[in-house]
T-cell receptor, first 116, second 114 residues
Framework: GAGVSQSPRYKVAKRGQDVALRCDPI?????LFWYQQALGQGPEFLTY????????KSGLPSDRFFAERPEGSVSTLKIQRTQQEDSAVYLC??????????????FGQGTRLTVV | TQLLEQSPQFLSIQEGENLTVYCNSS?????LQWYRQEPGEGPVLLVT?????EVKKLKRLTFQFGDARKDSSLHITAAQPGDTGLYLC??????????????FGQGTILTVHP
């Protein structure tokens, strides 16, 4: 595709509900990142994939958060038993290479999750 | 943990004024990027600086990377309403294996009034 696509754009979940957020990276991009952005703040790293391998999940805030990229393209971020503090914008970014300083990351528009 | 302190957090100015946004850390970064984010959109890359002391210009925007690669600044000359947005600095780790993981500052919300 032309850019990184995320769906849904908006999600309202009741507290305790499970949610799944989808990311379609730019075709052929090796690296895929998930970030969490609170209102008016900078994004914070959640997890990183190189192709289908999850090489870094140090930013996932709890074991309720799970991410996968089974075929090295589309990725899904799943949040189980959502809590109000999970409300945020979840950004997906992809980049063409597996690791080089200064490589540009292309961001999707994000999914705004509101837990009520 | 590497942290980036960005200042000011909010900036409200009149069209035509100049402004500078600062990004500081006690840690060394192998590269530093500046992004601009508009409401409802993802961040869009403006520039990448990788060499200590490097200065890059993009039209009315001037970016500088500190000599020690711990800090950076963004200067906008003659700001226009179209410059309004959230400006983010982000660094990639120095040393070890770096795959492009970004550490972001808190962001500067810039509003330029006509």
């Amino acid at each position: 595709g032309a850019g990184v696509s995320q769906s849904p754009r908006y999600k309202v979940a009741k507290r305790g509900q499970d949610v799944a957020l989808r990311c379609d990276p730019i075709s052929g991009h090796v690296s895929l990142f998930w970030y969490q952005q609170a209102l008016g703040q900078g994004p914070e790293f959640l997890t990183y994939f190189q192709n289908e391998a999850q090489l870094d999940k140090s930013g996932l805030p709890s074991d309720r958060f799970f991410a996968e990229r089974p075929e090295g393209s589309v990725s899904t971020l799943k949040i189980q038993r959502t809590q109000q503090e999970d409300s945020a914008v979840y950004l997906c970014a992809s980049s063409p290479e597996g690791g080089r300083r200064g490589t540009e990351a292309f961001f999707g528009q994000g999914t705004r999750l509101t837990v009520v | 943990t590497q942290l980036l302190e960005q200042s000011p957090q909010f900036l409200s100015i009149q069209e035509g004024e100049n402004l500078t946004v600062y990004c500081n850390s006690s840690s060394v970064f192998s590269s530093l990027q500046w992004y601009r984010q508009e409401p409802g959109e993802g961040p869009v890359l403006l520039v990448t600086v990788v060499t200590g002391g490097e200065v890059k210009k993009l039209k009315r925007l001037t970016f500088q990377f500190g000599d020690a690669r711990k800090d950076s600044s963004l200067h906008i000359t003659a700001a226009q309403p179209g410059d309004t947005g959230l400006y983010l600095c982000a660094g990639t780790n120095a040393g070890g294996t770096s795959y492009g993981k970004l550490t972001f500052g808190q962001g500067t919300i810039l509003t330029v009034h006509p």
